[in-house]
């Protein structure tokens, strides 16, 4: 199965009413930017999906920093955007990886089968000086039939079970970048560290300029683990542990779920226990 799909195959579907594009850019430091960035410039035909307002709930005590939206809620928005079973769909964001990849998720989480990462965003777009305009879509009312995919999602109960039982199955894969892995550094959360028993695998090590790696590169990657592993990812707030579990996907591992709360949320629990450096 693919998960990506290059520029040079979406410019091509341009004109095809079953191709669904959604436009995620944002930027965790400025929430406003991405969608200032869509009024200005989009491919044409994109939606524009922002991280905080449509593929997250309100942050509350515990739930992590970008909890996962309100599932009729979210339904609601795709079949606003004229997305049912039958559209493929192709998210973007400015490049980076990590915001299409949220869409990514949420969208297959809801049963959906045909929905892919655009490799480069729209950085690699505009490089290419492919098609743009400022014109926003009108949508065509749908209908999505949701098919909840139960086994793509880890819960923060079943987490606090791994640590407490020390369990070595299902392997929790911290996404983040190592210093922040091993509690060097914590630019966000109330507490520096991991997850106790969590291995580092960073996200961005998945892709390079924007592309994914291809999947003999992402097993290579994950060459330590089994691929008949229970695996559960997480990184900061559930966005960035993404493109990890489409990179494990791409690398055939069947068994892979997200903690979407992730480490903000295992924080947000004073009790919890936290680790630092490397373990073993």
């Known amino acids: 199965m693919d998960y990506v799909v290059n520029k040079e195959w979406l410019v091509d579907q341009l004109q095809n009413k079953d191709v669904k594009i959604v436009d995620c850019r944002f930027a965790l430091g400025n929430?406003?930017?991405?969608e200032q960035l869509y009024q200005e410039s989009h491919i044409p035909g994109a939606f524009y999906?922002?991280?905080?307002?449509q593929m997250s709930a309100p942050v509350s005590v515990h739930g992590g920093r970008h909890p996962l939206p309100d599932m009729e809620q979210f339904k609601y928005e795709i079949e606003k955007a004229g997305i049912d079973h039958s559209k493929i769909v192709v998210a973007y964001d400015g490049g980076e990886g990590q915001f299409a990849s949220r869409f990514w998720w949420l969208l297959t989480y809801l049963g959906h089968d045909k929905v892919y990462v655009l490799n480069e965003g729209f950085k690699g777009w505009v490089e290419a000086e492919y098609p743009m305009t400022k014109e926003v879509p009108k949508g065509e009312p749908a209908s999505f039939e949701v098919r909840i995919r139960e086994d793509m999602l880890a819960s923060y109960e079943e987490v606090k079970e791994i640590v407490k039982q020390k369990k070595?199955?299902?392997?929790?894969?911290?996404?983040?970048?190592e210093s922040?892995?091993?509690?060097?550094?914590?630019p966000i959360d109330r507490i520096a560290g991991h997850i106790p028993g969590a291995i580092n695998k960073c996200w961005v090590e998945g892709m390079e300029q924007g592309i994914f790696k291809n999947s003999n590169e992402q097993k290579k990657r994950f060459a330590d683990l089994n691929k008949e592993d229970e695996i559960i990812v997480y990184c900061g707030s559930g966005v960035t542990a993404t493109p990890n579990f489409i990179a494990l996907k791409m690398a055939g591992f069947k068994h892979v779920r997200l903690y979407?709360?992730?480490?903000s949320d295992w924080v947000s629990y004073e009790e919890n226990p936290v680790a630092k450096g490397i373990e073993g």
Not at 49 to 53: G, P, T, V
Not at 168 to 177: A, E, F, T
């Open 260 to 263: 979407a709360g992730s480490y």
């Open 31 to 34: 929430p406003t930017q991405g």
């Open 168 to 177: 070595k199955s299902p392997v929790l894969i911290d996404s983040r970048d």
């Open 49 to 53: 999906f922002d991280l905080e307002q």
């Open 180 to 186: 922040r892995y091993l509690g060097e550094v914590e």
